[in-house]
């Protein structure tokens, strides 16, 4: 069955290092979500992208991070340079054309861990 | 595999009525349950359960785990159109700790 997919599942790096998380949507859907999931904040809206134009990253540092789809298949979140405060699970979320904006799938997540 | 089974994937009730959402899991090194609720971009989190038996409640609604039968379920009592959304279970899970997602279960609420 469709799912998205996220890599790598787990990302363990040191501060000042670049990270790079990628995010494989339901193939068909045109927006992507990226999330960011910590004890203290829960989930916060980073990114978020319709056919493959970003629409909203109001809560991205835009200092350190920066998202991209290089393709329809392919979604890209970095990190440069990395600090311990990035440590988070990161989802990737996909939604399906002509539907309402919460109607999202979400991967399994990248656990960052920046020592 | 792991995986995690919501149901029913859509439900409409009337202002009022009392749901009851279910969650079931087939996982590998179980750590916790999470349900969440999606009306917006971000779904909001609504409970963390880790203990069998113990409920956990915040206001009209109220959440518990069974972990031998391995389900959760949500109830909403005297339902409201706020309550209109999607909601979401997750597991955490697997080796590396990682989040399943259910599909969700779709709930209108009619005025």
């Known amino acids: 069955d469709a799912r998205v997919t996220q890599t790598p599942r787990h990302k363990v790096t040191e501060m000042g290092q670049e990270v790079t998380m990628r995010c494989q949507p339901i193939l068909g859907h045109n927006t992507v979500f990226w999330y960011r999931q910590t004890m203290m904040q829960g989930l916060e809206l980073l990114a978020y992208f319709r056919n493959r134009a970003p629409l909203d990253d109001s809560g991205m540092p835009k200092d350190r991070f920066s998202a991209e789809m290089p393709d329809a298949t392919l979604a890209t979140l970095k990190i440069q340079p990395s600090e311990p405060r990035d440590s988070a699970v990161y989802f990737c979320a996909s939604g399906p054309p002509g539907t309402v904006t919460y109607e999202q799938y979400f991967g399994p997540g990248t656990r960052l861990t920046v020592t | 595999e792991d995986k995690v089974v919501q149901s029913p994937l859509s439900l409409v009730v009337h202002e009022g009525d009392t749901v009851t959402l279910n969650c079931s899991y087939e996982?590998?090194?179980?750590?916790?349950l999470l349900w969440y609720k999606q009306e917006k971009k971000a779904p909001t989190f609504l409970f963390m359960l880790?203990?069998s038996g113990i409920e956990k409640k915040s206001g009209r609604l109220s959440s518990i785990l069974d972990k031998k039968e391995l389900f959760s379920i949500l109830n909403i009592t005297a339902t409201q159109t706020g309550d209109s959304a999607i909601y979401l279970c997750?597991?955490?899970?697997?080796?590396?700790?990682?989040?399943?997602w259910g599909a969700g279960t779709k709930l209108i609420i009619k005025p």
């Open positions: 997750a597991v955490e899970a697997g080796s590396n700790y990682q989040l399943i």
């Open positions: 996982v590998t090194n179980f750590r916790s």
């Open positions: 880790t203990s």
